[in-house]
């Protein structure tokens, strides 16, 4: 199944027959949630590979029964689950709510005559637990580039230093988050640490947006240039980048078929 092709209809035909929480290494947790066969346990895992996510915990104030919310950033759909458990019912539910969870995986109870058998799929989907600012936080560096033409806008590009950090960073989940929000209209603070080093600051006060990224390798004469030819109040797109295992130079990042992924800035505050 294609991200582009996610639709209400997919998420509102399986049939739930309950969870199981496992342990992992580390005092870690893997959520296994039950469906009614293997082909909708397949279709199901296939969707959480192929589709970018956010899991919301919430439980009952009044049964206690935890309820699980996916939320796709993509299709910007939703998937609620009624777990129908509760910490008395079922103890271990309680590790979806202490940070614990590190993946889900989907699976089928297989044999109806011996309560608690059952088969799961082993290629699990790791649950994102980052901020945003601890995704953007394990960039590297930052790449500043002025506009030449009235056709391209200046560009930002938050650097990583390899393809490994960036994955693990969930950083492009991280951008796209930013991205879906339609109102808002972010500013970019820059703050100059030292002659190699310095800060950044996304922020939008009315959406309570405030991501702090420190510690950034930059170019002095890019920004120079970048300062002089940018207008304070003039838009620009925030990227995804990728340093050359040269060091020498920062690749943008294709988090699309189509492309590279882009939140648009609203202007910027330098300090110096």
């Not at 346990?41 to 919310?69: P, Q």
């Not at 509760?86 to 109870?109: A, D, R, V």
Request: hydrophobic share 35%.
């Amino acid at each position: 199944m294609s991200k582009t092709t996610l639709t209400e209809q997919d998420l509102s035909t399986f049939q739930y027959d309950g969870l199981s929480i496992q342990p992992m290494t580390n005092g870690k947790y893997l959520l296994i949630l039950m469906l009614k066969n293997r082909s909708e346990s397949k279709k199901l895992m296939d969707i959480l590979h192929e589709n970018l996510f956010d899991l919301a915990i919430t439980v009952n104030e009044e049964t206690g029964i935890y309820n699980l919310i996916f939320h796709f950033t993509d299709s910007d759909l939703n998937m609620e689950i009624n777990t129908g458990k509760t910490e008395t019912s079922y103890p271990n539910i309680k590790n979806l709510q202490n940070n614990t969870l590190h993946s889900i995986t989907t699976g089928f109870w297989n044999h109806p005559e011996q309560p608690g058998s059952f088969e799961w799929n082993q290629n699990f989907k790791k649950i994102s637990t980052m901020s945003t600012q601890e995704s953007f936080g394990l960039a590297e560096g930052v790449q500043f580039t002025a506009s030449t033409s009235d056709n391209q806008p200046p560009v930002v590009i938050l650097a990583f230093p390899d393809q490994e950090r960036l994955l693990s960073s969930e950083a492009i989940n991280a951008l796209r988050k930013l991205a879906k929000m339609k109102e808002c209209r972010p500013v970019l603070e820059i703050k100059i640490i030292d002659q190699e080093h310095l800060n950044l600051r996304l922020w939008d006060i009315f959406f309570e947006l405030d991501i702090h990224i420190n510690k950034l390798k930059y170019n002095p004469d890019e920004i120079k240039s970048f300062i002089e030819k940018t207008d304070k109040n003039d838009h620009f797109i925030f990227v995804l980048g990728l340093y050359t295992p040269d060091k020498k130079q920062i690749t943008l990042v294709a988090t699309k078929d189509t492309g590279p992924e882009f939140v648009m800035i609203y202007g910027y505050k330098y300090i110096a």
